[in-house]
């Protein structure tokens, strides 16, 4: 089995920052690309980043120049830092990751449990 789980989030400021991470393990041969998505009650879950085992990345309109996704592949952890938050930022983030499990297997799409980000003064 795969395991993603997210940490990092909590109760900040307007214009305050925080870093997400999430932590794949579990039987992984290898990782491709690993996103970030959030979703407030009663709408559709929304790509916020992605990044590729490579390092490319693409980012949602909404923050771009705001927020950095990024990735440690050594440690099979994606990260999302995210600076001058806005209370529309305010959301459940979830990671996600395609996966290889083994070297004749193909990639299977894995979700985390989700971390809840308030922006709120």
């Known amino acids: 089995q795969v395991q993603l789980v997210e940490s990092g989030g909590g109760l900040v400021q307007p214009g305050g920052s925080l870093t997400l991470s999430c932590k794949a393990s579990?039987?992984?041969?290898?990782?491709?690309?690993m996103a970030w998505y959030r979703q407030t009650p009663g709408k559709q879950r929304e790509l916020v980043a992605t990044i590729t085992s490579g390092g490319n990345t693409i980012y949602a309109d909404s923050v771009k120049g705001r927020f950095t996704i990024s990735r440690d592949n050594s440690k099979r952890t994606v990260y999302l830092q995210m600076n001058s938050l806005k209370p529309e930022d305010t959301a459940l983030y979830y990671c996600d990751a395609n996966v290889q499990r083994t070297v004749l297997t193909t990639t299977e799409n894995y979700w985390g449990q989700g971390t809840q980000v308030t922006v709120s003064s």
């Open positions: 579990g039987s992984i041969y290898r990782i491709y690309t």
